[in-house]
């Protein structure tokens, strides 16, 4: 009977929500049984829950349905088995949050399914659960040992040439070690007890501790600035996206009031122009009609045979009264409103070029909206910085001069030395090229922070950078790299640098060199010029604003006592 209550016990009296043993347990109607709070709680939460579903109630473990929610039947004979076990010590099975999981410490004496230890044996180097670490308090020679958190790896809190715990420190060699290895390999170094470097190392912890909370809280503030700055960005856009959109809807409406009023005017004055036409067209007609009707009177005095009367009729007949001929209407060619067209084709011209002119500033205050969110990072210095930025730069077909060629995937420029050459062969015409200078500009646009060399041989060089809305087909400083606000180029020869920007030269010192590194900040204004060789020498810094995408770029040295010898410059690959 005892057998039969124990296997009972352990199937039926948990209670399948709360999973410890019944408390007041009840009965449904399926037969399932609970704690009384437990199920009461579990419906008044369905209830929470039910907006719209039907209110019906299940089971929480068959899922019967009920339509009604049950009465609750407390379970005599239920109670009483609980509480006679509970007299007898049986306890319920353990609840699945005290078996070990994976990434928990299990206990090295459970078998079968294994549950989380709570302690673990630096002498046993044993893991125990609550229930197997009970002989370590009960039995006196347990009690000596010692007992810490649970570790899956406890070989490594004791010697492994020792089998003892580590309780010295060597601070000589930075070890834990056991008291035996102070007699051997560590004799003569200086250690401490393990508490007492603990101790110390407890304090350095707890300033890094302080330092790290400091720096949260200080990262915290950050963020929420942060935040507010994104607040503060998303509103002022907002708010200036819907001003702007106020504004030109006015000038759209305003736009739209003068074409209804211009429409207006017109459809008056032809209204009136063409009321003085047809009056005076009728007033003629009817001039034609008693014409014609005086011509037929004529006509039939002419076929009168009698003289005498004839020379009686006549005086009256002949007689014309004053009429409005077609010669004294002055007709004008058929510009009656062209000229009307032509005026608002020339203000619409001229709100254009309004607006052309105007929308590069509003273009420009746009792209000015820059929030500074940190110091620029200094400019760098060994060579691993420079690689960091390193860029592929590839020069644009499409912009280069005719007395070009490029090569080395498009990668290389040479200056070709035969003017026959390239004056025999066509070039296919495109906005972008150069037709003066022989210079070209890359594909790529730069922004940002970016690095880059330029490997180059012959007269002289010009290492350059320039908007991409630098002119292109005009001989004059305007499409020259250098010599206006659009470009800045490093000119190089064998002997010496210039520096060159809006015509301004600037005498560059330096050892000569054949490779030029260029560094840009974009966004802090920085242009730096290098000279490369077994070392990277700064050559030239230019701080300034850039208010568009740059362009790198290259222009030959050429005037007209030059003998041109396949001069060339290339994108190489950062050394």
Known sequence: MLRRKTKMSQNSISCSICLDPLKDPVTIPCGHSYCMNCIKTHWDEEDQRRIFTLEVYACPQCKKIFLTRPDLEKDIMLAELVEELKKTGLQAAPADHCYAGPEDVACDVCTG??????????????????????????VAQFKKHKLVEPSKNLQQLVCSRHDEEFKIFCRTDQQSICYLCLMDEHKGHETVPAAAERAE????????????????????????????????????????????????????????????????????????????????????????????????????????????????????????????????????PLRYFEDVTAAVSETRDKLQDILKEKWTNISLAVTDVDVLLSEPEPEPK?????????????????????????????????????????????????????????????????????????????????????????????????TRFGFNN?????????????????????????????????????????????????????????????????YAGIRFYQNLFSNPGGDSAEFVKPK
């Open 382 to 478: 060994s060579r691993d910085d420079f690689l960091k930025y390193s860029r592929e730069i590839t020069l644009d077909p499409n912009t280069a001069d005719t007395r070009l060629s490029l090569s080395e995937g498009n990668r290389k420029a040479t200056l070709k030395d035969d003017e026959h050459e390239w004056k025999t062969m066509s070039f296919s015409s495109h906005p972008d090229r150069f037709t003066f200078w022989n210079q070209v500009l890359s594909r790529e646009s730069l922004t940002g922070r970016c690095y880059w060399e330029v490997e180059w041989r012959g007269g002289g060089v010009y290492v350059a950078v320039a908007y991409k809305n630098i002119n292109r087909a005009e001989y004059s400083n305007e």
């Open 201 to 332: 190392k407890q304090k350095e912890l707890e300033v890094s501790r302080q330092q790290i909370q400091q720096k949260i809280q200080d990262g915290e503030k950050d963020v929420k600035l942060l935040q507010q700055e994104v607040e503060a960005i998303n509103g002022s856009a907002d708010k200036a996206v819907e001003d702007i959109g106020k504004i030109f809807i006015e000038l759209t409406r305003l736009i739209l009031k003068r074409s209804y009023d211009v429409k207006q005017q017109i459809r008056s004055q032809q209204e009136t122009e063409v009321s003085r036409v047809k009056e005076l067209q009728e007033k003629l007609e009817q001039e034609i009609t008693e014409l014609k009707r005086k011509d037929g009177e004529l006509e039939q005095l002419s076929h009168t045979e009698d003289h005498s009367q004839f020379l009686h009729n006549y005086p009256s007949l002949s007689a014309l009264s004053e009429s409005t001929h077609s010669s004294s209407i002055n007709i004008r």
């Open 113 to 138: 399914r294994k549950l989380k230890a709570t302690k673990s044996c630096l002498v046993c180097l044993v893991s125990y659960c609550k229930i197997h670490l009970q002989h370590h308090y009960d």
């Open 486 to 550: 659009r470009s800045w180029a490093l000119y190089c020869d064998t002997k010496s640098y210039t520096f060159l920007h809006n015509c301004i030269k600037t005498p560059v010192s330096g050892f000569p060199s054949s490779r030029i590194g260029v560094y840009l900040d974009h966004r802090a204004g920085i242009l730096s010029f290098y000279s490369v060789s077994k070392t990277r020498t700064l050559l030239h810094r230019v701080q300034t604003t850039f208010t568009q995408p740059l």
